[in-house]
């Protein structure tokens, strides 16, 4: 008789909280929404951005540009996307370390840091640091990363950054000299925290075997990535090499994306290194930003199973038609991988990406499937333009192309997004030391408050 009554007492108990969570959800909303015509009216950059796509002028950088227009006659003219690394063209950068047979994002990462290409004894001076930085505090592999693995690897990720703050001496010193070295051990660290992290999450939610390959000195970051996470530890150089271009393509873009800007924000208050890191992990996480690849996979293996030939041009339109109308995949109406925040014509980095995807899917013979890819990179523009008023250009972006490549290297998907993090670590740590090193003050914009002003009602009186 007990249990029953205590059964209905719950019941109760959660029939009243789901009553209040849905009135208060109304009210929050009702007085969250605000009337879209009041930001053209105070002239609101949305998204810190104008309605060409022209980003709002917040800092100053010496890290990277990005190049999407050029001026003529005073007017913005959209041009075919260009990338630059301390005022390196990427395309300069990527074809020297192959051209020279190197993998590039250890030398990438110090040029971000540094801002000059190392020497011979620069580079393998910098490759042994990052190498005797890898190795995780004792027992932080079993009282971290085993002891609670989360849904999210982003999340376990963030926690994870978050827990090396613990075992950190001089976690709150912000000198240029120790944010560096805690730089140093967050890029070197984040590939054995992002596989060992996935290799718990799959043991434990997947039941999977538990396998822990420590990483290799000597291997690059890419290398290593695909010995941890392999079973046997067998890649071909052509994997190695590819993920590598992958880790360069993502390392850095601008002061202004919005992963790389949420440092700048929070590194300014004078937090520490790992909160900082880790509101960036946050930033990335969302599929606006660094989620997008695998949303471009998902749309593909739909895409697959509702167009039943692959090289019909008109099949393949209607179908990003119907998507553009809300109808098919995710209903969102967007075509994900294509178009993006500040390029116009094309994104130098998928430009770069496919050349050696298409290498990449003749040796997993996925050579339909990469057409497909093609044929959309080709037709989704003129669809898009069609539907929509278009103030720029739109073309594939990195995810466009990044997701594929990380199915063909039979990557997990949740690690997708983490692999990108692990990349951008370079570009946070480059821009949380430039941030300092300026000395500038808290970042703090404006929001103008178009509440109306009221007076105070006691509460026997309200209604």
Request: aromatic content about 10%; overall charge negative.
């Amino acid at each position: 008789m007990q249990e029953e009554t205590n059964g209905k007492d719950r019941d109760s108990e959660e029939l009243f909280l789901a009553q209040r969570l849905a009135e208060y959800s109304e009210d929050a909303l009702r007085c969250s929404q605000i009337d879209p015509g009041l930001y053209t009216k105070y002239e609101v950059k949305r998204g810190l951005r104008d309605i060409s796509g022209k980003g709002v002028l917040a800092g100053l950088t010496e890290i990277s540009e990005v190049l999407a227009y050029v001026m003529e006659d005073e007017d913005l003219v959209p041009c075919e996307g260009r990338l630059f690394y301390r005022g390196y063209d990427i395309r300069d950068l990527v074809r020297g370390f192959l051209h020279a047979g190197r993998f590039g994002f250890e030398e990438i990462t110090f040029l971000l840091l540094f801002g000059h290409l190392p020497t011979a004894a620069e580079y393998a001076d910098f490759r042994r640091v990052l190498a005797s930085y890898m190795n995780l505090p004792e027992i932080f592999l079993r009282d971290t990363i085993m002891t609670a693995p989360g849904h999210d690897m982003m999340n376990q990720l963030a926690m994870s950054v978050l827990a090396l703050y613990t075992y950190d001496e001089k976690a709150e010193d912000i000198s240029v000299p120790n944010v560096l070295r805690q730089c140093l051990q967050l890029i070197a660290r984040f590939p054995i925290l992002m596989v060992h992290g996935f290799h718990s999450y799959a043991y434990y939610y997947n039941r999977q075997s538990l396998i822990i390959h420590p990483p290799e000195p000597e291997l690059s970051m890419a290398e290593n990535i695909l010995h941890m996470l392999r079973p046997d530890s067998v890649f071909s150089p052509l994997e190695a090499k590819i993920l590598d271009i992958a880790l360069v393509l993502h390392a850095e873009h601008g002061g202004g994306n919005n992963s790389s800007f949420t440092n700048h924000v929070v590194t300014s208050s004078g937090t520490d290194t790992y909160s900082a890191m880790t509101a960036s992990l946050c930033s990335l996480k969302g599929p606006r930003h660094g989620g997008a690849n695998i949303k471009v996979v998902r749309m593909f293996e739909d895409m697959k199973h509702t167009v039943k030939d692959w090289n019909d041009d008109e099949e393949i339109s209607a179908y990003i038609e119907r998507i553009l109308n809300k109808e098919a995949f995710d209903k969102s109406g967007l075509v994900y991988g294509i178009g993006h925040a500040v390029y116009s014509l094309s994104d130098p980095r998928a430009l770069i990406f496919r050349a050696f995807v298409e290498e990449l899917a003749r040796e997993k013979h996925a050579e339909d499937e990469y057409r497909l890819y093609f044929k959309v990179e080709e037709l989704a523009p003129k669809v898009i333009s069609k539907y929509r008023k278009m103030y720029k250009g739109v073309s594939a972006n990195i995810d466009f192309y990044s997701g594929f490549v990380y199915k063909m290297l039979n990557l997990p998907q949740e690690l997708f997004t983490p692999i990108f993090a692990a990349s951008r670590m370079a570009g946070w740590s480059a821009h949380r030391i430039e941030e300092l090193s300026n000395n500038g003050k808290i970042i703090r914009p404006a929001y103008k408050s178009v509440c109306r002003q009221r007076a105070y009602v006691p509460m026997e009186e309200r209604n």
